[in-house]
């Protein structure tokens, strides 16, 4: 009897500990596209979505949406499973700057690792992202690879439903 009380107060701490994980999803309201220097609206089908963990390091997220996805890769990714493209993770990002614009709007730009990975497929992209942030809410997203492609993105977003 005494080592179900431990084993019950061992699951609830742990499950407590997972509780706590703050996920937080942001979907794109608007994208833009920059190339050639002149920025333009630009639709994908399907939503855009972000999503940030609290428990992660500072900057990584999670990415879905296969066509702008395979749009930021060039395609150059050759998948077993096409459904590869449908998410990716920046993950191992590195603080470049941080600047803070007239409106109070914290610009936090990170350099790491986009990853794409199921199964056996797997591909990498250096990529440089920017977060607009104002009080604690990311208000934008903006994305470029760090070489090759160089086509910028930058995305309005609001929370998720």
């Known amino acids: 009897m005494k080592n179900f009380y431990a084993l019950f107060l061992l ?37 855009i979505v972000f999503s940030t963990n609290s428990n992660e390091e500072e900057g990584t997220l999670r990415i ?31 603080k470049v700057s941080v600047s803070t614009d007239k409106q109070g709007v914290v610009n936090s730009t990170y350099e790491g690792t986009l990853i794409f990975q199921a199964d056996r497929d797997y591909y990498s992209v250096i990529a440089v992202v920017t977060l607009l942030e104002k009080n604690g809410y990311i208000l934008g997203v903006k994305m470029r690879q760090k070489e090759g492609n160089k086509k910028e993105y930058a995305f309005s977003t609001k929370p998720g439903s």
């Not at 500990?17 to 002149?38: C, F, M, R, W």
């Not at 890769?73 to 920046?90: I, L, M, P, R, V």
């Open 64 to 94: 879905g949406n296969y066509d702008f996805l395979y749009d930021f890769c060039d395609g150059k990714a050759k998948f077993a499973n096409k459904a590869t493209y449908s998410s990716a993770e920046f993950s191992h990002p590195r």
């Open 11 to 47: 699951m609830f701490f742990v499950s407590a500990s997972y509780a706590q994980q703050n996920i937080t999803t942001l979907v794109v309201d608007k994208a833009y596209l920059n190339e050639a220097e002149e920025w333009s609206d630009f639709t994908y089908s399907g939503k």
